[in-house]
């Protein structure tokens, strides 16, 4: 994709170097005496997946958390990152993966926020230093904008801008590329490459070895809290994509190759090369669609786009992939199917049937499903067991519940079952289900959704954040689901993921669909990616 | 009877203000604490204890000054319990709230009783500020440009509050911890700092309001005096979401509809002592209702933070 | 939503939630920190304002003892308990659904005014028992119509309930007063009261002592509310909503809908108290009248962690100290609001002790970052921890 710009290493004395950091919480290490030096004018890639260390490790790097031992060296002394300012003075800019930007406010605003200087606020000052690092940067973005208006490529210079406000001399990029559409993704790598060029030391951080090996003059790899792999620059200057996915992969998942699954799934999930489909094509022509949805619009909300005149149908046994960026009506799309919002016109058939009227429940019974993204807030309550939740959607139904009164018996077998069937790891049953990993939580809401029946269920961005481990299995439960005759709505920002399991992807865009791609030839990331920057994207 | 001879104007206005200001004040400070994140439940109680304090030092050192600056510096004082509780600790403001309107209430009206439920002193008016040429102005000059000095002071003091909010960088931050205080950590700034000055502040204001209602409107002291002003302030700072010239307009209906009541009663209209008392009450339902979209609150209202826990 | 604490806490949380495991003795231990402590704390603390005000704490809570509970104390103690039952019941349901009624006192006045002001007329006109159960009818109508129009206006647009009920409750107050003296006015005296009823158009009393049948009614109507909040599916329902609106509406439950549910439920197990109170002990209600239990009770309620049969005992605690607070007040020529005092601080140290447990619980240090940071720099020497 990009070819790997040359490195100017000035390689005396790192710009920060982070010695035997280690940091704990409780039951687990996350970080485990970690060592690393940033040297000015290189990309340093941390490689890692979900729960490997990283996020720790960059709040440790950022102020937010102290840790438990080690210290860190800026420019060869010694010192400690106490807060978010101290951070700041020592020209650490962190840029998260989600936006800390604070919608609504002005870019502007958000950029003066951290300013103590002056008593009032500077506002031809901010003005003359955005334009500054506008040129920097090679981007044109409006003062006077308010941040909720832009969009997620744009957000994210200003959030380079304003890790870059005080000056800089580490820049942290945390998975900066998960939300962005192709343009943008090259708009990124040219930003960083001119930084390269200004010295300063960029650590960027990514589950995902091609842009490691893209953008990285460095690699390092993180595994369960610890540094498992060093690829410096000369080695990995010398070394094919071949080689270094061996050297790298072995470091990630050493002996759990043969549990992930043969050497090529693994190595699709740590998208080494570009994601392909891994379900044979299939046609649907001729079979009556299972879901379709007419026409449909929601009402408009605070917070989401809504949907305006959409119009999709689904078969049985067919996943209809949803890309779009985030935030352009994916959450009102889910919730409208599940009976969850209501309509502001148009129906939804299912098998022909008109239930635009049911909710929640009466399209529960009929085997409409929803895995919902909000996996702590929406999809369980926290406070409650772990059993309860699994009967979460049914409660008063029989066999459950009679005569209002709860049948814990009853409760707790059905538990038993779907935690066994589902390898939900968790104490007991009657632990409290906010206690629960992300992983298990997930398997936990995909085991009460598919139990009794399911027809339709949408998956709303059901691998973010896991564990490849769970992440293999979600998507084996995917694909089994829809072999097995189900129609599946998958929504996601993830394009590697819609490649994969989809059999056709459309795009949404403000509410409405902008187009379609058939998963049908290994163009269809390339496609989609086009189609996001069309003209209605 | 006439309805707009002089008595009657400037009794209308002067009970227009009398009901006005101590509302205005208190809503600039609740305005700045909302703002920042931090829900003031106990304002009555705090304005209790700064209309008394207020009461007993002008009493002690017969001037008005002193006792409205000891209104509100016990006013810093008493929220600075809510200060510890609810931003330090992070506990549920509301409960903490309804804890100092309790306490409030409870304390004030116990001192009052043990120390002046005999004497039931009053205090006289301030004498008031004129206006050279401006309160030569028949009838309106007299009752609003004669008004006592602190009018103007209050009225300065809502420009001061909208300049801080607006135009100042620690405004920025007072706002940026009631929208999303985990940027505003990630800024650089402090969440529990800001919140904590912006706490105190508010109880700076709370107390001068209920000085103001002591001294000024009414001219002495009465346990559980505020009869639900503080309450009211609440209401206006959510209609306003920040915007001060909507704190003044809100607060100046308010005044309004009391000053119709208290003004009805002079006249040969008969209604009910009852209704007149909750008629304010009412209007602000109706406004609630009319505008009940509308009233918005700063997300981080009401939850406190901590930095890296889930 | 904070993402990037979520992700930290990726990192952090284990396979497996732990619990460790609790001996009874260690229970007990907590229940008593949690539960007793706060209560004698807040005893100590007032007693030493009442030192500061020249008063001796031990003479006064020993009266407080004795009129509360020695002779006929206990007596009266129930008789004030009876009320406090259901209008805590009341509390707890919207509290449970994390809806904030704090209209109580417009509610209880409503419900009481109108069981004074209609009982003559019912009880001379139908058969005792039956004017008895239509007053308490009454009673719950009007304490849950004057929660109708908060409810509805956050049900459909979650208008801010805690503003809403308050505002009714003053408006609610200023009714009562009309009508004490307006139609329900006693036509025989001209201070602005209803007419007092009879005592045998009143509840009965048991075996001849001060405690009228009111409390049995109340013990058995919140026994029966406890039942419905533990042990069926809509107490269940009610859990999740509380706990998360968000929640509620992904597993399907009816949001506005139990909005609704629950503020009528909690306005008219109040207005329901007012007519146990009215029928049983008063007989009547003077204008500008306002006994205020709501304010009282609340930290007793929370203090019962919102279960309705733990909020038994600790309300009896609270007629108790009423009850003898009320006459010991006196006896030493203390305001009677000293009582809100106690309250308060009552409310303060239980918000800080359960603070302390959830930080210990947690495995943290109980002194939260930012005040440990300013502590440590305050002694000298002493390097700056970390977390």
């Known amino acids: ?527 989609v990616g086009e189609l996001m920057l069309g003209p209605s994207a | 009877m006439d309805l707009f001879t002089v008595a009657f104007v400037s009794a209308f206005i002067a009970g227009f203000l009398a009901a006005s200001m101590p509302l205005l004040v208190a809503s600039l400070g609740e305005t700045i604490g909302e703002q920042s994140g931090v829900l003031n439940l106990g304002i009555e109680g705090v304005m209790l204890f700064g209309g008394y304090a207020a009461f007993v030092v002008t009493l002690a050192t017969d001037s008005f000054a002193w006792g409205l600056l000891a209104g509100a510096g016990v006013g810093i004082l008493t929220s600075l319990f809510l200060l510890v509780l609810s931003v330090l600790l992070g506990l549920n403001q509301i409960v903490i709230g309804l804890a100092v309107t309790l306490l409030g209430g409870g304390m004030t009206s116990v001192l009052y009783f043990e120390n002046y439920s005999r004497s039931t002193p009053r205090l006289g008016k301030d004498s008031p500020l004129a206006i050279p040429g401006l309160s030569d102005i028949p009838v309106v000059g007299d009752s609003v440009f004669s008004q006592p000095s602190v009018f103007w002071i209050v009225l300065g003091l809502a420009i001061a509050v909208w300049w801080l909010l607006v135009k100042t960088n620690f405004g920025l931050q007072i706002r940026a911890a009631g929208q999303n205080p985990n940027s505003l950590d990630a800024s650089g700034g402090n969440v529990v700092a800001t919140r904590a000055i912006a706490v105190l502040l508010g109880g700076f204001f709370s107390g001068l309001g209920g000085a103001y209602l002591a001294l000024i409107s009414t001219g002495t002291f009465t346990p559980f005096m505020t009869q639900g002003v503080g309450y009211t302030a609440i209401v206006v700072t959510m209609l306003a979401r920040g915007r001060i010239s909507w704190v003044i307009g809100a607060s100046l209906v308010f005044g309004l509809s009391v000053a119709v009541g208290t003004v009805i009663q002079l006249t040969t209209i008969n209604l009910p002592t009852d209704i007149i008392k909750m008629f304010p009450f009412v209007v602000v339902i109706l406004v609630l209702v009319i505008f009940a979209r509308s009233a918005y609150v700063p997300p981080a209202l009401g939850l406190p933070y901590s930095r890296g826990t889930r | 939503m904070t993402m990037t604490d979520t992700q930290v806490h990726q990192d952090a949380v284990p396979e497996s939630g732990s619990q460790p495991p609790t001996s009874l003795a260690r229970r007990i231990g907590i229940g008593f920190i949690r539960n007793v402590l706060p209560l004698i704390l807040a005893i100590i603390t007032s007693g030493i304002l009442l030192l500061a005000m020249g008063k001796s704490p031990f003479f006064f809570y020993g009266e407080v003892l004795r009129f509360g509970l020695m002779g006929t104390g206990w007596q009266r103690s129930l008789v004030m308990l009876a009320p406090l039952l259901l209008y805590g019941a009341g509390l707890i349901v919207a509290f449970r659904g994390k809806l904030w009624n704090l209209g109580y006192e417009g509610q209880y006045l409503l419900g009481g005014v109108l069981v004074v002001g209609l009982a003559p007329y019912l009880t001379e006109s139908l058969p005792l028992v039956l004017a008895f159960v239509i007053l308490m009818l009454l009673g719950a109508v009007a304490g849950g119509a004057w929660t109708f129009i908060p409810a509805v206006l956050k049900a459909r647009f979650g208008t801010n309930e805690i503003v809403t009920t308050l505002m009714l409750s003053f408006v609610g107050i200023g009714i009562t007063n009309m009508l004490i003296r307006g139609p329900f006015q006693n036509p025989d005296v001209t201070v602005p009261q209803t007419a007092v009823m009879p005592l045998d158009t009143m509840f009965p009393k048991i075996l001849g002592s001060r405690i009228h049948i009111g409390i049995i009614i109340a013990l058995i109507a919140v026994l029966i509310v406890h039942y419905v909040l533990t042990r069926t599916s809509f107490g269940l329902r009610l859990d999740v909503y509380g706990a998360s609106p968000k929640s509620a509406l992904h597993v399907g439950i009816n949001a506005p809908r139990m909005v609704i549910v629950l503020f009528l439920a909690s306005g008219a197990l109040i207005g329901f108290a007012a007519a146990v109170d009215m029928l049983g002990l008063w007989g009547n209600m003077r204008a500008n009248w306002n006994p205020a239990y709501g304010s009282e009770i609340l930290p007793f309620v929370f203090l019962a962690r919102l279960n309705v049969l733990a909020s038994i005992p600790f309300l009896a605690f609270y007629a108790v100290l009423a009850t003898g607070g009320a006459l010991a007040s006196q006896d030493i020529g203390l305001d009677s609001h000293f009582m809100l005092v106690v309250v308060a601080l009552i409310l303060m140290f239980m918000s800080v002790i359960e603070y302390i447990g959830m930080k210990r619980d947690l495995g943290q240090s109980y002194v939260p970052p930012a005040l440990r940071k300013a502590l440590a720099s305050l002694l000298p020497g002493r390097k700056a921890t970390n977390s």
């Not at chain 1, 704990?24 to 890692?48: M, R, T």
């Not at chain 1, 091609?210 to 792999?229: F, P, T, W």
């Open chain 1, 1 to 527: 994709m990009v070819s790997r710009t040359e490195n100017r290493s000035g390689r005396s004395t790192p710009v920060l170097s982070i010695r035997h950091i280690t940091k704990a919480f409780p039951g687990v290490i996350a970080n485990d005496d970690i060592s690393l030096d940033l040297y000015s004018g290189q990309v340093h890639c941390l490689l890692g997946e979900n729960g490997a260390g990283k996020s720790t490790l960059i709040s440790i790097l950022a102020g937010m958390q102290q840790p438990d031992d080690g210290w860190i060296e800026a420019g060869g002394v010694k010192t400690s990152i106490s807060s978010p300012r101290r951070a700041m003075d020592l020209g650490i800019g962190v840029v998260y993966q989600h936006s800390t930007l604070i919608s609504t406010m002005t870019v502007l605003e958000n950029l003066m926020l951290g300013d103590t200087g002056h008593i009032t606020l500077d506002i031809k000052g901010a003005k003359a230093r955005l334009e500054e690092l506008g040129e920097v940067l090679g981007t044109r973005i409006q003062g006077s904008a308010l941040a909720a208006d832009l969009a997620l490529g744009q957000q994210q210079q200003v959030e380079i801008a304003k890790a870059m406000w005080k000056g800089s001399k580490v820049l942290v990029l945390d998975e900066p590329t998960s939300m962005l559409t192709p343009q943008a993704v090259s708009d990124l790598e040219a930003s960083v490459a001119r930084l390269k060029e200004r010295g300063l030391a960029i650590v960027f951080i990514t589950h995902k070895l091609r842009e490691a090996y893209a953008m990285g003059d460095e690699i390092s790899v993180l595994r369960h809290g610890r540094l498992v792999k060093r690829i410096p620059p000369e080695e990995l200057a010398n070394s094919t994509e071949e080689e270094v996915k061996d050297v790298v992969l072995g470091a990630m998942f050493g002996e759990d190759i043969g549990v992930v699954g043969t050497e090529t799934f693994a190595q699709e999930l740590s998208a080494f090369s570009d994601a392909h489909q891994l379900r044979s094509p299939k046609s649907f022509s001729g079979i009556p669609p299972a879901l379709v949805l007419d026409d449909v619009s929601t009402s408009d909300s605070m917070t989401e786009t809504p949907i305006r005149g959409l119009s999709l149908q689904i078969h049985p046994g067919e996943v209809v992939g949803v890309a779009g960026i985030d935030g352009h009506g994916q959450r009102h799309l889910a919730e409208l199917v599940a009976g969850q919002r209501k309509l502001a016109g148009g129906h939804v058939k299912l098998e022909g049937q008109d239930i635009s009227h049911l909710g929640v429940r009466g399209r529960q019974g009929l085997g409409i499903r929803y895995v919902t993204d909000d996996r702590l807030h929406e999809g369980i309550v926290g406070n409650l067991s772990v059993a309860v939740n699994l009967v979460l959607k049914r409660i008063g139904m029989s066999p459950f519940w009679r005569f209002g009164r709860m049948d814990k018996v009853a409760v707790d077998f059905e538990a038993r079952s779907l935690v066994d069937s589902f390898d939900i790891r968790t104490p007991t049953l009657h632990t409290r289900a906010g206690t629960l990993s992300g992983g298990n939580i997930q398997k936990l809401i995909l085991a009460r959704e598919l139990a009794h029946d399911p027809r339709v269920v949408i998956f709303n961005k059901p691998t973010y954040g896991l564990d490849l481990k769970t992440v293999g299995r979600v998507r084996t439960i995917v694909r089994d689901f829809a072999d097995n005759g189900g129609s599946v709505l998958l929504i996601s920002t993830d394009l590697d993921e819609l490649v994969e399991l989809s059999d056709r992807i459309v795009l949404i865009s403000n509410g409405r669909l902008a187009g379609e791609v058939r998963n049908d030839s290994p163009r269809t990331a390339e496609l």
